[in-house]
């Protein structure tokens, strides 16, 4: 079956400007996870969905970012007045329902996104 | 807060060869231990996980061995091919719950 899908796969923007990164969870899935990925790094965890609410917003790094997911499928990823610090592969995963511990995480492709 | 290094940053073995990734962490409440490999231009996959309660795991040519007294962990791949050149990480999670924390990551090169 489809995996998890991530749109666009790539995104330039200019300092200053807004975007939006979307991610297609796999049918089913409940939970859902934003992560953000920088160059040589382990991926580091933004925010989880369990359903349409965000359960863990904690790993946001302020409040220039936004998800949301509002019908407990597809999640938008939203960023304000981008910095060049922004600068990262974002990455999207999800997990089937019950959420718990021992879930595994299941990742799209991501989307890299550069800000000029 | 929690806190999980890995090592090496780069492994380079010859085809055949086994691969042996470390990863120390700080929480004592982590109960799970994925690991996960990343080629490139690729988002993470699962390739092999290990819970608190059990101390090796084995699949195929990979396996995992978990010390949580020493709170560390090790992914070995035996019998290297090429295909297994990529990134690994491993990761565990934080308080006991969903959120993983992640190693910087293990670029492995397997030599023809």
């Known amino acids: 079956g489809a995996g998890v899908s991530q749109t666009p796969s790539n995104k330039v923007t200019e300092k200053g400007k807004y975007v939006e990164l979307r991610c297609d969870p796999i049918?089913?899935?409940?939970?859902l996870y934003w992560y953000r990925q920088s160059l040589g790094q382990g991926p580091e965890f933004l925010i989880y969905?369990?359903?349409?609410?965000?359960?863990?917003d904690s790993g946001l790094p302020n409040d220039r970012f936004f998800a949301v997911r509002p019908e407990g499928s597809v999640s938008t990823l939203k960023i304000q007045r981008t910095e060049r610090g922004d600068s990262a592969v974002y990455l999207c995963?999800?997990?089937?329902?019950?959420?718990?511990?021992?879930?595994?995480?299941?990742f799209g492709p991501g989307t890299r996104l550069t800000v000029l | 807060g929690e806190n999980v290094e890995q090592h090496p940053s780069t492994l380079s073995v010859q085809e055949g060869d086994s691969a042996v990734i470390k990863c120390t962490y700080s929480?004592?409440?982590?109960?799970?231990f994925p690991w996960y490999k990343q080629e490139l231009g690729k988002g993470p996959q699962l390739i092999i996980d290990i819970r608190s309660n059990v101390g090796e795991k084995k699949d195929q040519r990979i396996a995992v061995t978990l010390n949580k007294t020493a709170k560390h962990f090790s992914l070995h791949i035996t019998e290297t091919q090429p295909e297994d050149s990529a990134v690994y990480f491993c990761a565990t999670n934080r308080d006991s719950n969903y959120q993983l924390i992640w190693g910087a990551g293990t670029k492995l090169i397997i030599k023809p």
């Open positions: 929480d004592s409440a982590s109960n799970y």
């Open positions: 969905f369990q359903g349409t609410g965000a359960a863990d």
């Open positions: 049918s089913g899935h409940t939970a």
């Open positions: 995963a999800s997990s089937p329902y019950p959420g718990g511990t021992y879930n595994e995480q299941f």
